[in-house]
């Protein structure tokens, strides 16, 4: 089982407002991602880092930045939000190494007004 | 063409019966599969691995992988109502930045 933690879990808020989700890990994993899912749709890399003070952008364009200080933590922010960034935000941790395997967070919902 | 391929579906199986999931990749390079479960307003969670070609059993699900038709699936045995879910392949190339890249899932319903 997994140790990977989002908060919050569920969050409404209007537009034009700055937030920052949270994601963090247990596990010592090197790599951190970020997944954006609109329900029954496909998962979406946004935002991926493979160390401490490494992050790179994904494969879907986002306006969302995000930050690696610390191995454990590695929050998403939107600095305003408009209703376009409703969605679930997921996040997953995994190790290095052809052995490794991804770990997903429980996800964020977010809903922008 | 996408990296990785799944039928959306939905797929509907009977009760008690095998289902199977198909998943066909591009990358001629990628070296590790994956099949995830995800339920409905839920995060995937990670059902098996792949990393040789062949067949691969834990319990009611066997992955098979086939290199050179670059070709992995996944057999649910004695389905039930509870295997209803979307089911993710993902695949990890040799090189580059070695990320997974995911399948736009195939819906299964499990019919009582």
């Known amino acids: 089982e997994a140790d990977i933690y989002q908060t919050p879990r569920y969050l409404v808020i209007g537009t034009g407002k700055k937030i920052t989700l949270e994601c963090s890990q247990t596990?010592?994993?090197?790599?951190m991602y970020w997944y954006q899912q609109d329900p029954g749709m496909e998962l979406h890399l946004i935002h991926y880092?493979?160390?401490?003070?490494?992050?790179e952008k994904g494969d879907l364009s986002s306006e969302s930045t995000v930050s690696r200080i610390r191995t454990e933590h590695f929050p998403l922010t939107l600095e305003s939000a408009r209703p376009s960034h409703t969605s679930q935000y997921l996040c997953?941790?995994?190790?290095?190494?052809?052995?490794?395997?991804?770990?997903f967070g429980p996800g964020t919902r977010l809903l922008v007004l | 063409q996408k990296e990785v391929e799944q039928n959306s579906g939905p797929l509907s199986v009977p009760e008690g019966a095998i289902a199977s999931l198909n998943c066909t990749y591009s990358d001629r390079g990628s070296q590790s599969f994956f099949w995830y479960r995800q339920y409905s307003g839920k995060s995937p969670e990670l059902i098996m691995f792949?990393?040789?070609?062949g067949d691969k059993e834990d319990g009611r699900f066997t992955a098979q992988l086939n290199k050179a038709s670059q070709y992995v699936s996944l057999l649910i045995r004695d389905s039930q109502p509870s295997d209803s879910a979307t089911y993710l392949c993902?695949?990890?190339?040799?090189?580059?930045?070695?990320?997974?890249?995911f399948g736009q899932g195939t819906r299964l319903t499990i019919n009582p």
């Open positions: 880092s493979y160390g401490v003070n490494s992050t």
């Open positions: 997953a941790s995994s190790t290095r190494g052809q052995l490794e395997t991804q770990y």
């Open positions: 993902a695949v990890r190339a040799n090189q580059g930045a070695q990320k997974l890249v």
């Open positions: 596990m010592g994993h090197d790599k």
């Open positions: 792949i990393y040789s070609n």
